[in-house]
């Protein structure tokens, strides 16, 4: 589990996981913002600034490393029951 911008950050991992075709499931919380940056200016200067972020699209940037990627709006959606992993898509 991640949040979006700290799966940006990260997302190499994901190209590595396919490579090997090692079984991998992220689930990417979407808040638009650098949370621990945000947290960590916030202790040590007591204000943030500019930690929001517009994200790409992630599904499809998942789907660029080759990987599968959905996009869960609800948390009764039916994708919540299928398993993703870094399986290369068909």
Not at 25 to 47: A, K, N, P
Not at 52 to 58: D, F, H, K, Q
Request: include cysteine; aromatic fraction near 4%; proline fraction near 6%.
């Amino acid at each position: 589990m991640r949040g979006d911008d700290s799966f940006l950050m990260t997302s190499q991992e994901m190209e590595t996981a396919v490579r090997e075709s090692i079984p991998l499931t992220v689930l990417v919380l979407v808040d638009q913002e650098y949370g621990l940056l945000t947290r960590q200016t916030e202790l040590e200067l007591g204000r943030h600034s500019h930690t929001r972020s517009i994200n790409p699209g992630l599904v499809a940037h998942t789907k660029s490393f080759g990987a599968r990627g959905y996009a869960i709006e609800a948390a009764d959606s039916p994708r919540c029951a299928t398993p993703s992993t870094t399986t290369r898509s068909p």
